[in-house]
């Protein structure tokens, strides 16, 4: 399950990101904001990964190590997009 989350979080999310990144100027606030929290979220997301990444493997214990190789990229970005979706709609309204 963390390979395809991993997989996931390399080039499905990125290509989703593209594709709401597309005619950014007509889509909506919410959509925008959702989009720049992607954005900041999966790029906070590769500087974890890559941090984790350079600790030797004798320091990684149990289930830290998958959730920080394998899926801290896709729950960075989702949770980006959340947030950002979120206080666009907030700003909204």
Known sequence: MGRIALLVGLFVFPAALLWLGHRMRTRSAVQRGAFW??????????VVALGALEYPPVVWSGGIREWLA???LLAGGATGSAIGAARARVKRD
């Open 70 to 72: 394998f899926w801290v």
């Open 37 to 46: 929290g992607g954005v900041a979220g999966h790029s906070t997301g590769i």
